[in-house]
């Protein structure tokens, strides 16, 4: 029990927070991309990307705000390659992906080598990290509770606050309705006359500002350094959970709460000396058994609702182009 | 037919060549001269026969790899975990190599055969999920490598550590090495096997009914289930089999270069394999050629870090705007036609 208190307590609930929020806003982006029907695993590359940016812009201007734009414009600029390739010219979702991914990772390091000289890591060099925001009157209300909710970075604010602000624009909003649309029934937008083209780039960029933003808070937010890959993998574990969330905001921040504590919990146990090798294993066996667990669960809808389908199919006309729209 | 081959041959080319001028922009942007970094790849991939050797050398993983995945891609499946079922393979091979004392000859092939196994197993949980409930098997197997890479790795320094050694297995014992093929290189058998293997998948994709199957449930998956394809047994042993294929590249590049376990001990080949398959359009003969290219530039890319200011991984930047400009041109022409078919990959 004792060991219990020292793991899990207010700082590690705080932790979880600020482990949460990149990959909570690196989702939120992705949730855009899957609601428009678009397989972005290309998160990952944005997001580094987005990291190295706003290194270089923070040392370059010596404003860490000035620095996240960086990022941010970094990001979209794979997010705008993104778009041209997979929505103009139709190439496949996964390859674009992952060759961004590959070009993210080849391009920061190369660039590194050439810009500081150095391989592995950007320490120093005048990195202006982001400020942390105390909320006045936080520690007088909440006492010995008031790391929850004061004290992080504006990104964490951003992250948290933007979940119900999807939940209003996916529900409440014109463009938050076409990209449900476009994603779901895309004739059916065509038929009303919606540019499925505009909303997907439309989509895609803000998926590339919010990958950004998540990236920046990465190499400017609680350390202040680059690392080669440091997004290590946070990309892909956003589309795991929208996979499973299906893009639904609320969905996505549960998952995105359950690996940040994952995260937090693992650098809780390398302090307490177990194996690191194994411990950082952790966020990843979470997302894969959440993957396995929830598609699992899933199966029933899919049959449902390719019975459903199968069901209109034969009651209506039986002239139905084959080539018509496939459930699931 | 031949116009058709010509014309997708050429578009792949003229592909590259605008990756190339891309790369050269970036070459440029790094702070180096384009020119003077081809000359000093090509000098280090093809200078003497040592460096040829060096780049056979490292087209052997590359290439087992990318048949790997072109056993996946044939059968519409993405698998991106060669990389981890590379690292599995590769350990499980090293174990069987020094901790047990077996013939000469018999050991290697005991070695492989468990690196073969390795792969597969590694492979089986995200294949069974995409074949049963179609578990989307890019993220599984992307987040497998993480686990299978820091696996190896606390096997290697926790476990298994060579004492007084780096992060590193004991080294394995002479009975379980890949002979090699020339004295002045530690080219070895494996760039046959590598051969083989990809000509043996070729000739099973063309005159096997099997393979037929496979292509089919690849590209016209409802056709092949009215044929009487079981489409989900099926994809679940083209992923099995394509893990399998990554963890002997994995135990061929332990007992026939390192002759030992290394934390990192090959980076990136699954991933370089993933992308000679593509850039091949999923065909195993092709993914010969590719795979030797992007072994050039790996073998090119170290005299690179030596003789110019610009970093190795330039040579990963030039493969992705490759395999971006490739994408572009074949799918244009493809899939011009259906909004339907091209969103295979949505779930």
Known sequence: MEILDKLVNVALIAATLRTTAPILLVALGGSFTTKAGIFNIGLEGQMLAGAFFAVIGSIWTGSAFAGVACGVAAALAFALVFAVLVVSFRANEVVVGLALNILAGGMTISLMKAIFGTRGSIVGHGIVGLPKVQLPGARAVLGSWAPLISGFTPIVYVAFIAVPLLVLFYNRTRLGLYIRVVGEKPEAAEALGISITRVRYTASLLCGL?????????????????????????????????????????????????????????????????????VLTVPYVVALTALFALSYRARPKIITETLASMQRLLSTDKNIEPGGKHPS | MIRDRLREVSGQIIAIAVALILGAIIILLVGESPVRVLMTLLRGAFGDQEKIAGTLLQTTPILICGVAACIGLRGGMFNVGIEGQLFLGGFAAAWVG????????????????????????????????????????????????????????????????????????????????????????????????????????????????????????????????????????????????????????????????????????????????LIAALLANGSPVATIFTALFFGALRSGSLLLEVDTSASREIITVIQALIILSVSAQVLVKRRGDSQAGERRWKF
């Open chain 1, 210 to 278: 919010l990958a950004g933003l998540a990236g920046a808070h990465l190499s400017l937010g609680y350390i202040t350094m680059f690392t080669e890959n440091m997004s290590s993998g946070r990309g892909f574990m956003a589309v795991a959970i929208l996979i499973f969330s299906n893009g639904d905001p609320l969905k996505v921040l549960w998952g995105c709460l359950l690996f940040g504590f994952a995260d937090a919990f693992s650098l809780r146990l390398q302090t307490f000396g177990y194996p690191s090798y194994l």
């Open chain 2, 98 to 273: 020094f901790a047990f004392a077996l013939p000469p000859g018999i050991h290697m092939l005991a070695a492989l055969a468990l690196a073969v196994v390795a792969g597969a197993a590694w492979v089986a949980i995200p294949a069974y999920f995409r074949a049963r409930y179609n578990t989307n098997e890019v993220v599984s197997t992307i987040l497998s490598n993480y686990v299978a890479v820091l696996l190896t790795s606390y096997f290697t320094i926790f476990l298994f550590k060579r004492p007084g050694g780096w992060s590193e297995t004991p080294p394995i014992l002479a009975t379980a090495y890949l002979p090699e093929l020339f004295s002045f290189s530690r080219l070895n058998w494996g760039l046959v096997i590598g051969l083989v293997l990809a000509l043996g998948a070729a000739l099973i994709f063309r005159y096997t009914s099997w393979g037929y199957g496979v292509t089919m449930v690849g590209s016209a998956p409802k056709f092949a289930e009215y044929g009487g394809v079981n489409v989900k047994r099926q994809g679940f042993v083209v992923l099995l089999l394509s893990g399998a294929v990554g963890g002997l590249a994995g135990g061929i590049e332990t007992l026939g270069v390192h002759h030992r376990f290394m934390e990192g001990f090959a980076p990136g080949f699954g991933f370089d394999g």
